[in-house]
């Protein structure tokens, strides 16, 4: 079971948009509605942004959006803002017969 | 709120079993609707899936295959805890191993993390 492929790095001004993809396959994102994405600040552990692909916890900012198609799934950040800097990762339920669950190779979001 | 608590220590040595227990508060151990989960983070191999335990009427264990022969997760229902246990390490087990609980397939709540290393 491979890790789901993220881009190592994305970048955006303040107030902008940027999006980061996370691509599996039909045995994981493609196959399921379990997509979920974190966020790790250095030294910290991982925090949940979007849940059931789509789904905001309480109290994570609307600024955070999940979507999917196809076998791959997208996390969008909308008016991007300095403490949005940090590492992000996407997870997955997966039918592999090795494992059930499978996170990405992890994305850096930097704030120009 | 739910909070996680890991304790442990940070050193083991190769060949040895690394122990980690994670406290539970605001939940219980026994849910119904949770999962409790380990999780370990190195450089070389990212976020990894260990294996989980949880209570649906009598308890379950599953395990990643890439650890299956070596690894124990142990429910205590006493301290309203869980731990791990990952026999004959080596230094490839160096991580920060963490514990998280889960809830509709998403690991909503974490612990703070454990830094592992594995030397002589």
């Known amino acids: 079971q491979s890790a789901l492929t993220q881009p190592a790095s994305v970048s955006g001004s303040p107030g902008q948009s940027i999006t980061i993809s996370c691509t599996g396959t039909?045995?994981?994102?493609?196959?399921?509605?379990?997509v979920s994405w974190y966020q790790q600040h250095p030294g910290k552990a991982p925090k949940l942004m979007i849940y059931d692909v789509s789904n905001r916890p309480s109290g994570v900012s609307n600024r955070f959006s999940g979507s999917k198609s196809g076998n791959t799934a997208s996390l969008t950040i909308s008016g991007l803002q300095a403490e949005d800097e940090a590492d992000y990762y996407c997870s997955s339920y997966t039918s592999s017969s090795t494992l059930f669950y499978v996170f990405g190779t992890g994305t850096k979001v930097t704030v120009l | 709120q739910v909070q996680l608590q890991q304790s442990g220590p940070g050193l083991v040595k190769p060949s040895q079993t690394l122990s980690l227990t994670c406290a539970i508060s605001?939940?219980?151990?026994?849910?119904?609707?949770?999962?409790w989960n380990w999780i370990r983070q190195s450089p070389s191999r990212g976020l990894e899936w260990l294996g989980r335990t949880y209570y649906r009427s009598k308890w379950y264990n599953d395990y990643a295959v890439s650890v299956k022969s070596r690894i124990t997760i142990n429910p205590d229902t006493s301290k309203n805890q869980f731990s791990l246990q990952l026999n004959s390490v080596t230094p490839e087990d160096t991580a920060v191993y963490y514990c998280?609980?889960?809830?509709?397939?998403?690991?909503?709540?974490w612990g703070q993390g454990t830094m592992v290393t594995v030397s002589s």
């Open positions: 605001g939940d219980s151990v026994s849910s119904n609707s949770a999962a």
């Open positions: 998280a609980k889960t809830e509709n397939d998403a690991f909503d709540i």
């Open positions: 039909s045995s994981d994102v493609g196959g399921y509605n379990y």
